[in-house]
């Protein structure tokens, strides 16, 4: 894009020099001077180069611009016109602001909405409020593809409002992926178009703690505008309590003294072109203890071997869901039942339990499937807030074995499970703690693996989380030149 800069006057105090080093994610590859311009908010825009791909009347981008101007400048509201910044698609990923001129080019509309957040960290002002920003030259991408958050509303429902902010804050990390784990056991908030009785029984209130297709269509809609596609969860066979409150056929009976117990034990849909099918922690005692269960299995030849039959229910949906031309994505139970039945069917497996997770994520990719690796960000677990450290030393790739293997980790996410969240604990337990495993998912690790050199960026980044309306919980003793002034 390009800015016309001036010099502050000469009868002006000098800004204080702020570090364009300063940004989170670290970007690959950066290089700055003292050399500072002042930004008018009076007379500034965002626009389109002359040679982008993409031009005026993208509603994702023009959104954008709008958007970045107000997180730039917020004490203003309209964009001027006198002074453009152009962003081009279709061009190598870089930014540069140097004397009088900048640009920002991007081979896709993503990388223009990254390079956006970046441009906006690098604006600061001085003590009498003016704005600024240094001669800059950056080039950037992101160290892996996949880079999630997941959110469980079934154990604690979420407001809209509360997945919206969290979709804002991700973006401002460079998050690309919202993991809705949607249902589970406890409460079924999906309202389906479909099984209707599912959300009318199985939600905590009907009325009040569901998710309308209209809320899911607003929160898809949102996500996209800022870079990032909603994964939505169906965790069967396991973890589906709820379901059978308004399905009474769907769930497999538990038997106790050769009749039904009234206890429980199963599948649905979104526009992404993965899905997570879920597949964990399934308990096998209410299919042990059926005899219409037991007969089946002695038909296909399964003799007593339970696992072999939840590998042959995973091996069915995950069909299905191939034959909608969606890609499946399991956590790691599935992989380890599927040992005994072969693993042809699996695509993408989230390795999540504790331990050795990497020996978990050598022997996944030994076998050629896909990894995304979530065991050592689960953010809900006990554990002073203020310990980010911990979520940023993690090396995903510190593992035994050939570049092919280690290309099949796509990416990683923070789990944020609702045993104890809800909307009034969220941000300040997710944030800025997720931004530790954004940094590891987007940046150099050889250039990010020192805690101490990180933590004065992360306070800093904090700081602009609280100025932009995200309550993110405190790192240690301080303040914040602008600190949350409340929903």
Same mark, same amino acid.
């Given at each position: 894009?390009?800015?016309?800069?001036?010099?502050?006057?000469?009868?002006?105090?000098?800004?204080?020099?702020?570090?364009?080093?300063?940004?989170?994610?670290?970007?690959?590859?950066?290089?700055?001077?003292?050399?500072?311009?002042?930004?008018?908010?009076?007379?500034?825009?965002?626009?389109?180069?002359?040679?982008?791909?993409?031009?005026?009347? #993208?509603?994702?981008?023009?959104?954008?611009?709008?958007?970045?101007?107000?997180?730039?400048?917020?004490?203003?509201?309209?964009?001027?016109?006198? /002074?453009?910044?152009? #962003?081009?698609?279709?061009?190598?990923?870089?930014?540069?602001?140097?004397?009088?001129?900048?640009?920002?080019?991007?081979?896709?509309?993503?990388?223009?909405?990254?390079?956006?957040?970046?441009?906006?960290?690098?604006?600061?002002?001085?003590?009498?409020?003016?704005?600024?920003? @240094?001669?800059?030259?950056?080039?950037?991408?992101?160290?892996?593809?996949?880079?999630?958050?997941?959110?469980?509303?079934?154990?604690?429902?979420?407001?809209?409002?509360?997945?919206?902010?969290?979709?804002?804050?991700?973006?401002? /990390?460079?998050?690309?992926?919202?993991?809705?784990?949607?249902?589970?056991?406890?409460?079924?908030?999906?309202?389906?178009?479909?099984?209707?009785?599912?959300?009318?029984?199985?939600?905590?209130?009907?009325?009040?703690?569901?998710?309308? =297709?209209?809320?899911?269509?607003?929160?898809?809609?949102?996500?996209?505008?800022?870079?990032?596609?909603?994964?939505?969860?169906?965790?069967?066979?396991?973890?589906?309590?709820?379901?059978?409150?308004? =399905?009474?056929?769907?769930?497999?009976?538990?038997?106790?003294?050769?009749?039904?117990?009234?206890?429980?034990?199963?599948?649905?849909?979104?526009?992404? $072109?993965?899905?997570?099918?879920?597949?964990?922690?399934?308990?096998?005692?209410?299919?042990?203890?059926?005899?219409?269960?037991?007969?089946?299995? =002695?038909?296909?030849?399964?003799?007593?071997?339970?696992?072999?039959?939840?590998?042959?229910?995973?091996?069915?949906?995950?069909?299905?869901?191939?034959?909608? @031309?969606?890609?499946?994505?399991?956590?790691?139970?599935?992989?380890?039942?599927?040992?005994?039945?072969?693993?042809?069917?699996? $695509?993408?497996?989230?390795?999540?339990?504790?331990?050795?997770?990497?020996?978990?994520?050598?022997?996944?990719?030994?076998?050629?499937?896909?990894?995304?690796?979530?065991?050592?960000?689960?953010?809900?677990?006990?554990?002073?807030?203020?310990?980010?450290?911990?979520?940023?030393?993690?090396?995903?790739?510190?593992?035994?074995?050939?570049?092919? =293997?280690?290309?099949?980790?796509?990416?990683?996410?923070?789990?944020?499970?609702?045993?104890?969240?809800?909307?009034?604990?969220?941000?300040?337990?997710?944030?800025?703690?997720?931004?530790?495993?954004?940094?590891?998912?987007?940046?150099?690790?050889?250039?990010?693996?020192?805690?101490?050199?990180?933590?004065?960026?992360?306070?800093?980044?904090?700081?602009?989380?609280?100025?932009?309306?995200?309550?993110?919980?405190?790192?240690?003793?301080?303040? #914040?030149?602008?600190?949350?002034?409340?929903?």
């Amino acid at each position: 894009f390009r800015l016309a800069l001036r010099r502050p006057p000469r009868d002006r105090p000098t800004p204080h020099h702020r570090d364009p080093g300063c940004l989170w994610p670290l970007p690959h590859a950066l290089t700055s001077s003292v050399e500072q311009y002042p930004l008018n908010p009076q007379t500034f825009a965002f626009d389109y180069g002359k040679h982008s791909a993409t031009q005026q009347g #993208c509603s994702l981008l023009d959104a954008a611009f709008r958007r970045y101007f107000s997180l730039i400048f917020p004490d203003y509201t309209i964009m001027k016109t006198a /002074s453009k910044i152009y #962003c081009s698609v279709g061009f190598p990923d870089n930014l540069s602001v140097s004397a009088g001129q900048a640009s920002l080019n991007a081979a896709t509309v993503w990388g223009i909405l990254r390079g956006l957040e970046t441009f906006s960290q690098l604006v600061y002002q001085d003590d009498l409020g003016s704005y600024f920003v @240094n001669e800059t030259f950056i080039e950037d991408f992101p160290r892996f593809q996949f880079r999630g958050v997941l959110l469980d509303t079934s154990r604690h429902y979420l407001p809209v409002h509360a997945i919206l902010k969290t979709l804002d804050a991700m973006s401002y /990390s460079k998050f690309n992926v919202f993991h809705w784990h949607i249902v589970d056991d406890p409460s079924f908030p999906y309202q389906s178009r479909s099984f209707p009785e599912l959300s009318k029984k199985g939600a905590f209130h009907p009325a009040t703690h569901v998710y309308t =297709q209209s809320d899911v269509r607003r929160v898809i809609s949102y996500a996209r505008m800022r870079g990032i596609r909603v994964l939505p969860e169906f965790d069967s066979p396991g973890h589906t309590g709820s379901w059978g409150k308004g =399905q009474s056929d769907l769930l497999t009976p538990c038997y106790k003294g050769g009749a039904p117990s009234g206890t429980f034990e199963v599948t649905s849909v979104f526009p992404d $072109s993965y899905i997570h099918l879920g597949g964990d922690e399934v308990d096998f005692s209410c299919w042990r203890s059926n005899p219409h269960v037991r007969a089946f299995m =002695q038909k296909m030849g399964f003799g007593g071997d339970f696992p072999k039959l939840e590998a042959f229910y995973i091996e069915n949906i995950v069909n299905i869901t191939s034959a909608n @031309n969606k890609t499946s994505i399991v956590w790691q139970d599935v992989f380890d039942y599927h040992e005994r039945v072969g693993r042809s069917a699996l $695509s993408v497996v989230e390795v999540w339990k504790h331990g050795c997770y990497l020996c978990k994520v050598r022997q996944v990719t030994k076998a050629g499937l896909r990894v995304i690796l979530a065991s050592p960000w689960y953010l809900d677990l006990p554990g002073p807030t203020h310990n980010w450290a911990r979520y940023y030393t993690v090396w995903p790739l510190a593992f035994p074995g050939s570049e092919k =293997q280690k290309r099949l980790v796509i990416g990683g996410e923070v789990c944020m499970w609702g045993e104890y969240v809800d909307a009034t604990n969220l941000f300040p337990k997710l944030w800025p703690r997720a931004s530790a495993a954004a940094e590891r998912l987007w940046s150099d690790e050889k250039q990010t693996s020192s805690v101490e050199k990180a933590f004065p960026r992360l306070e800093d980044f904090r700081c602009k989380l609280l100025r932009r309306g995200i309550q993110a919980g405190p790192l240690n003793v301080g303040h #914040c030149k602008h600190e949350y002034q409340g929903v």
